[in-house]
Nanobody, 120 residues
Framework: QVQLVESGGGLVQPGGSLRLSCAAS????????IGWFRQAPGKEREGVSC????????YYKDSVKGRFTISRDNAKNTVYLQMNSLKPEDAAVYYC?????????????WGQGTQVTVSS
């Protein structure tokens, strides 16, 4: 089973920034598309962003376009989600997951999540 570990969450004021990391130690993330998802209390989990395994194409939920950036560092075997101009509605537990392709509906292996709180 693929094990993913997210980190980088925390408390930030509205307008602030955080960088989330998704790392794996026993396999190469380069074999997978990697998606970031989030789930706020009382809400369904939703896809936020995805980076393809082939050409590095990136995809974003409309509400985060222009504020979030997903990227890979293959040397560090890590995928990042840079989140700028954070809003209270961005607060959630954020998860990364492997996918066959970004347009594939299913995600396969998940991390444990990292909490993002946006509050003044």
């Amino acid at each position: 089973q693929v094990q993913l570990v997210e980190s980088g969450g925390g408390l930030v004021q509205p307008g602030g920034s955080l960088r989330l990391s998704c790392a794996a130690s026993e396999f190469s993330l380069g074999y997978y598309a990697i998606g970031w998802f989030r789930q706020a209390p009382g809400k369904e989990r939703e896809g936020v962003s995805c980076i393809s395994k082939s050409d590095g194409s990136t995809y974003y939920k409309d509400s985060v376009k222009g504020r979030f950036t997903i990227s890979r560092d293959n040397a560090k075997n890590t995928v990042y989600l840079q989140m700028n101009s954070l809003k209270p509605e961005d607060a959630a537990v954020y998860y990364c997951a492997t996918k066959r392709r970004c347009d594939y509906p299913r995600a396969d292996d998940w991390g444990q999540g990292t909490q993002v709180t946006v509050s003044s």
